[in-house]
């Protein structure tokens, strides 16, 4: 996947918004919260990190090419960092950032999710 793909699925998604911080990671967001982070290892390749559920961490996080996220998965979150498409290809990332979108979602208060016009 390349940077314009991944931004171009991520801003596909309903009520997304994109900044460029972290020494230039691309972050999407729905609302205010993170749902989808692509930087680069060195300049060369992209790497994706995505929120995901418990039973898939547990399994994705064995996988060669993935790995828990650095920084989130020390800190008890469930986030997914692929790094090359050995495990995952391109469509199943797809897939996961889909559903990272979703329970980032969930996450949001009821009338911040009416807001953005997001199913309750």
């Not at 920084?71 to 290809?89: E, F, H, P, V």
Request: hydrophobic share 40%.
């Amino acid at each position: 996947m390349t940077l314009d793909d991944y931004n171009g699925f991520c801003a596909a998604l309903p009520a997304v918004n994109h900044v460029v911080q972290w020494g230039g990671a691309h972050v999407w967001k729905v609302g205010t919260k993170v749902f989808a982070i692509g930087g680069w290892d060195q300049g060369q390749q992209l790497f994706v990190t995505f929120k995901c559920s418990d039973i898939a961490y547990d399994v994705l996080k064995e996988q060669p090419g993935l790995r828990p996220a650095p920084y989130l998965a020390s800190r008890g979150m469930k986030w997914i960092q692929r790094r090359t498409s050995q495990s995952m290809d391109d469509a199943a990332l797809k897939d996961y950032l889909r559903e990272s979108h979703r329970l980032v979602a969930l996450k949001l208060t009821k009338p911040a999710r009416k807001e953005l016009g997001l199913a309750s």
